[in-house]
Antibody, heavy 118, light 110 residues
């Protein structure tokens, strides 16, 4: 059974950093396209980043490029999202998603809340 | 900056048919955009309905179908049920590894 469990969310001040984790089971992260999608309170879904299978090319939304970094660990079967230089408009539930060679998530984690506020 | 457009809200009668669409502010949607449709009720995790234009995700009822209609991606619900009242989002692959979500459609069944 495919399972995705996010962790690492919390409260952080503007300019701060967090690292989100997405622990996977039931499949191998390096053989799938792993995405991060966020949803600000009361707002719609926003695509954030993706790491492709195999060599692991990474791509980002304009709103986070240069501040966020997606990576993965084969040994831990986990995907990470490093969030730097956080801003209040980064406040959102961050979801991890998985798909076999499709750019959009098919399976989703339960999400982790990031709150950026002074 | 690529903008993906969806109807803000739609309504359908129980048992009726409704089509939600997903377009590009500039340009036409084709199968190369790998359109994906999600359903989300407030406070819940999104549920994948359709991916790669017209592939139904596991466990999704047959009343949901995806297609390209004209220059837009489309999600059609035939025989709408009360539990289909939700927010619906589309996602499009726009190239260079980047995808964009539409703003969502709130569907009322009444």
């Amino acid at each position: 059974e495919v399972q995705l469990v996010e962790s690492g969310g919390g409260f952080v001040q503007p300019g701060g950093s967090l690292r989100l984790s997405c622990a996977a089971s039931g499949f191998t992260v390096s053989s799938n396209y792993m995405s991060w999608v966020r949803q600000a309170p009361g707002k719609g879904l926003e695509w954030v980043a993706i790491v492709y299978s195999g060599p692991g090319s990474t791509y980002y939304a304009d709103s986070v490029r240069g501040r966020f970094t997606v990576s993965r660990s084969t040994s831990q079967n986990t995907v990470y999202l490093q969030l730097n230089t956080l801003r209040p408009d980064d406040t959102a539930v961050y979801y991890c998603g998985r798909a076999p060679h499709i750019d959009h998530p098919i399976d989703w984690g339960q999400g982790t809340l990031v709150t950026v506020s002074s | 900056q690529t903008v993906v457009t969806q109807e803000t809200s739609l309504s359908v009668s129980p048992g009726g048919t409704v089509t939600l669409t997903c377009g590009l502010k500039s340009g036409s949607v084709s199968t190369s955009h790998l359109s994906t449709w999600y359903q989300q009720t407030p406070g819940q995790v999104p549920r994948t309905l359709i991916y790669d234009t017209n592939t139904r995700s596991s466990g999704v009822p047959a009343r949901f179908s995806g297609s390209i209609l004209g220059n837009r991606a489309a999600l059609t619900i035939v025989g709408a049920q009360a539990e289909d009242e939700s927010d619906y989002y589309c996602a499009l692959y726009v190239g260079g590894g980047v995808s964009v979500f539409g703003g969502g459609t709130r569907l009322a069944v009444l």
